[in-house]
């Protein structure tokens, strides 16, 4: 093995090491015992296993142990509810020492080789949380089991910038055959780190059975005695290592570029050593991830995917400029007014978070009913895929309810408003809550750009007006960005907080300018790219400009699908603000105005193609950009854009500003957002004459 004690202790010093402990188990049924070894940080489950070279090395003592005593078989477990998570991704940020890289790349293998080339039997108890490498060490094993209640069970290294590189690679695909192999490490990965059920890892193979975890220890231990006896032969799948090799192989190629479009070195990495699998030769499969481990542990790229990991992992659950929390007060009613789709998105999360009555209104019957109807439609839905019980289910049920007179919210604590975005009309809506509301109830709004203190300014209680914008789908998107107006008080701040955090979303506080953040930026960028388009620029040409940033749709496809309508009036709302950056195409409001809704038509194959109406609709002059042009023109516009904001104090630092494209917008984690590819690729410097963020902060550290 690579690393001495000593060594692993001054290459992460602050490790929170996971302590592997062997201790001889007798198991009815076998002579010899059992060598069971627990991972175990000394911590609670909030604080996952995870490994740093201390751990790597006090598992691999935990394994000479197990060795010595010559048991009947080894079984690796973990502590209550966690198998292992992973690297410790904490101590990775601070390598900057190339061999260092290389050693702990190195070490994974040595430690969990051991267990798959042992003599003795080997066992992965994954009896809880189970990633990255805590997936890999089971791997390693020659059989698994899996606790019946296990949450999170997944790879997700591509999601972050990286690949498995303790064996996954090479070890799932031999496992579970190359297709299923590429749903796990990058399809999963890709759609925002999707997790694998019990009953998907059970059905794909990865796990051998599937126990209670009531008994999962014991039962896991029965279980290895009769595979240790032969009364158990766990099924292996015969592997196809021709044409459905070649096909998952072009299926990952396809979902990489068409999810990073080569911005992600990680996910491409990944698909190599995928290919390199088929020979099932583990030397020179470890070798290739070891040495590709290494080049992306000293690469920025994954430095910003793990400033990404810190963002939401971290900054997201202490959300910056946040009042004190035992300010909030308590929520036992929420009213919403209006009853549209967005209106009854936010009552159906509101009623199954807070689990609180919650009643609609709007200006008619129909409306009303149909809002309802479609709360109790979902949760039906949710009934029908056994995510709620029956009983469940009612009571949420009889939660939601409608009225069209708005004195049923006079006995709610928070009232938030999704109505037409237009000043005058929130304004309105606010004045008629205030003759209903208790003093103390909490206003809020769902508007995407207007201003707060505005729609504050004419209340007898202004102070207790907050923006709560959420983003569609509410039921996907994490982000919720959280707006003090001019007169909002700490009350209504942090009892806005509290309930953002019942609802599991992330909160973002933003000062009241307009657009607020997310939007605000999004909007920058498109509409310069709606000039050069305007200015005689391809559709195509434009829209495909900034491919290399990976950005989950392009801006043509994000406008569509936002809607021109309501791009056009965010636009519109913001070149009011701030004229000289902001332009309102004449285009998109002749486009707007004819009721189209995108500039882009698909055929019965799926080929993309510019609607020729729209081409004939929008006037283009004779100045076209390239696509390096185009994408110059909007990463300077963001650029300038986000120093204009940080200026203004509209977040309190840039990692704001990328938490919210990462959960708002879905930027792409390995990007760290925005401000560290801005920084990287040299456009901060140019635009602003200095970086964002500090020498280290989401790029390698100087040594």
């Known amino acids: 093995m690579t690393f001495t004690a000593e060594e692993a202790k001054a290459a992460f010093p602050d490790e929170v090491v996971t302590h592997a402990v062997t201790r001889l188990v007798k198991v009815p049924g076998l002579e010899k015992p059992v060598a069971l070894i627990t991972l175990d940080n000394g911590h609670d489950h909030t604080r996952p296993n995870t490994f740093g070279p201390q751990g790597l090395v006090s598992l691999n003592a935990a394994i000479d142990k197990a060795f010595e005593a010559e048991p009947a078989a080894i079984a690796v477990t973990g502590k209550p509810f966690i198998f292992a998570v992973g690297a410790d991704l904490s101590g990775v940020e601070a390598v900057s020492d190339p061999k260092l890289a290389r050693e702990i790349a190195q070490t994974g293998h040595d430690v969990f080789r051991r267990l798959t080339e042992s003599k003795i039997p080997t066992f992965g108890f994954v009896n809880g949380a189970v990633m990255g490498g805590g997936l890999e060490l089971a791997l390693s094993c020659h059989y698994r089991t899996l606790s019946e209640n296990t949450a ?38 890709l759609a925002q780190n999707k997790m694998l059920s019990v009953k998907q890892a059970a059905e794909l193979g990865i796990v051998d059975a599937v126990f209670g975890s009531a008994d999962y220890l014991e039962q896991s231990l029965l279980w290895l005695a009769r595979v240790v006896n032969g009364e158990i032969k766990p099924e292996r799948r015969e592997i196809d290592r021709g044409s459905a090799w070649d096909a998952a192989i072009a299926r990952a190629k396809s979902i990489v570029d068409g999810r990073t479009h080569g911005a992600s070195p990680g996910a ?12 099932n030769d583990l030397d020179r499969g470890y070798a290739a991830e070891t040495d590709g481990l290494a080049e992306l ?5 994954l430095r910003a995917g793990l400033y990404s990991f810190n963002l939401v992992n971290k900054r997201a659950k202490r959300p910056a400029g946040a009042p004190d929390k035992s300010l909030a007060r308590k929520v036992n009613k929420v009213g919403i007014v209006g009853a549209g789709l967005m209106a009854s998105q936010l009552a159906l999360l509101f ?18 009913d149909k809002g309802v109807g479609y709360v109790h439609a979902e949760i039906d839905k949710l009934l029908g895929k056994k995510r709620l019980s029956p009983d469940g289910a009612n009571r949420l049920k009889a939660l939601v309810t409608g009225s069209l007179d708005k004195a049923a919210f006079a006995d709610a604590d928070f009232v938030i408003e999704a109505v037409f975005e237009e ?17 103390e109830a909490i206003l809020a709004t769902n508007t995407s750009s207007l201003s707060i203190t505005a729609m504050a300014s004419k209340l007898q209680h202004p102070e207790r007006v907050v923006g709560f914008h959420f983003f569609n789908p509410v039921a996907v998107l994490p982000l919720l960005e959280i707006v003090r107006g001019e007169k909002t008080d700490d009350a209504a701040l942090a009892t806005a907080f509290s309930v953002g955090k019942q609802l599991k979303k992330s909160s973002v506080l933003v000062k009241d300018a307009s657009a607020f953040v997310v939007n605000r930026l999004l909007l920058r960028f498109l509409g310069e790219v709606l000039v050069t388009v305007d200015e005689g620029t391809p559709f195509e040409v434009a829209d495909k400009a900034l491919e290399p940033l990976g950005l989950p749709m392009t801006p043509l496809t994000l406008m569509q699908l936002v809607g021109p309508a309501i791009a056009l009036h965010v636009g519109e709302t913001l070149h009011e603000a701030f004229p000289d950056r902001f332009t309102v195409s004449e285009n998109l409001a002749k486009f707007v105005k004819a009721g189209k809704k995108g500039v882009w038509i698909w055929d019965a194959q799926g080929n993309q193609s510019a609607d020729p109406e729209v081409v004939e609709l929008w006037t283009q002059g004779d100045k076209p950009s390239t696509s390096e042009q185009v994408r110059d023109r909007a990463l300077s516009a963001i650029a300038e854009e986000i120093r204009i904001m940080l200026d203004e104090g509209v977040v309190a630092e840039a990692q ?9 917008a879905g930027w792409p984690f390995w990007n760290g957002g925005i401000t560290p590819y801005l920084d990287r690729s040299g456009v901060s410097e140019r635009v602003n004459g200095k970086p964002f963020l500090a020498p280290g902060v989401a790029s390698v550290p100087t040594a």
């Open 152 to 189: 999170a069970i997944a790879f997700p290294e591509v999601f972050l910038g990286l690949f498995p590189g303790w064996g996954g690679t090479q070890l799932l695909p031999n496992l579970i055959g190359a297709d299923a192999a590429v749903t796990v490490i990058i399809e999963n990965a």
């Open 268 to 279: 491409t990495k990944a698909v190599e050593l995928l290919e390199l699998a088929r020979e």
């Open 297 to 301: 542990l000293m690469s920025d790229v």
């Open 351 to 368: 009623v199954r978070r807070l689990k609180v009555p919650v009643v609609l209104t709007d200006v008619d019957q129909e409306r009303v």
């Open 423 to 439: 000043l005058g009309v929130k304004q309105q809506v606010f004045a008629e809550l205030e003759q209903h509301v208790k003093p």
């Open 656 to 664: 704001d500003i990328d938490l919210c494209l990462i959960l708002g």
